[in-house]
């Protein structure tokens, strides 16, 4: 039998602009008001290895963001750092380095139906500039790739979210020992998975 949506799990990490901001409450309850369970969560300061291998668990990751990056001088009609998507790939990892390590952030592990698209939905787009309104980096921040790359830093974005269910069981594994992660009943799920909704009235 094919495993239920609803124990999906995903990672979210809010990065330490996030924490600066104070919107670790308002972050996490955007998840819990959609019926998404926490199954683990702690506070770290990350070492810029362990940020390096985080986004290098995805093989192809950095060529792809090196890719989008080049893109994204062209549009702007500056022309990038180097050719070399991987180059400049690295390059995208350098700053993530020193963005993640600049203080505190909470990780987070989230449990719930279809757990890795719906926090993405919730989450928005990678550029806050772009993303949309009603979703957290669409909501609480104003960053762009025009000033993060002016000021040759990353894109303050507040949230890392897992990208696909393959990402999501990596990082898992990345930033959280097994004992870490607790399986456990909500009672909101009663309401929010039972078939027959048959068990409310006395
Ligand atoms: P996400 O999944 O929406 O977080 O986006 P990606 O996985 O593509 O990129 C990871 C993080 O790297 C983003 O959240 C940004 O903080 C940063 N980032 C990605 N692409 C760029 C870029 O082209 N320029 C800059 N300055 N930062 C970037
Ligand atoms: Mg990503």
């Given at each position: 039998m094919p495993k239920h949506p609803k124990t999906d799990r995903t990672l979210v990490i809010i990065k330490p602009d996030g924490v600066q901001r104070s919107?670790?409450?308002?972050?996490?309850?955007?998840?819990?008001?959609?019926?998404?369970?926490?199954?683990?969560?702690?506070?770290?300061?990350?070492?810029?290895?362990?940020?390096?291998?985080?986004?290098?668990?995805d093989p192809n990751w950095k060529r792809l963001v090196g890719e989008k990056a080049?893109?994204?001088?062209?549009?702007?009609?500056?022309k990038p750092p180097s050719d070399d998507p991987l180059k400049v790939g690295a390059q995208v990892i350098e700053r993530l380095k020193k963005y993640f390590v600049s203080g505190p952030v909470v990780v987070i592990a989230i449990e719930g139906a279809h757990a890795v698209p719906m926090v993405r939905k919730i989450v928005g787009g990678t550029e806050p500039l772009s993303s949309d309104v009603g979703t957290i980096r669409g909501d609480f921040v104003l960053d762009s790739y025009v000033m993060a790359d002016t000021d040759n830093r990353a894109i303050r974005n507040l949230i890392h979210a897992s990208g696909s269910e393959t990402d999501a069981e990596k990082e898992l594994k990345h930033w959280f020992?097994?004992?870490?992660?607790?399986?456990?009943?909500?009672?909101?799920?009663?309401?929010l998975y039972d078939v027959n909704m048959d068990g409310l009235l006395e």
């Open positions: 919107l670790i409450g308002e972050i996490l309850g955007r998840f819990e008001k959609v019926g998404l369970k926490i199954v683990g969560m702690k506070m770290a300061v990350p070492t810029p290895s362990h940020v390096e291998k985080h986004y290098n668990l080049i893109q994204s001088y062209i549009k702007k009609g500056v020992k097994k004992d870490e992660l607790i399986s456990y009943k909500l009672i909101s799920e009663q309401i």
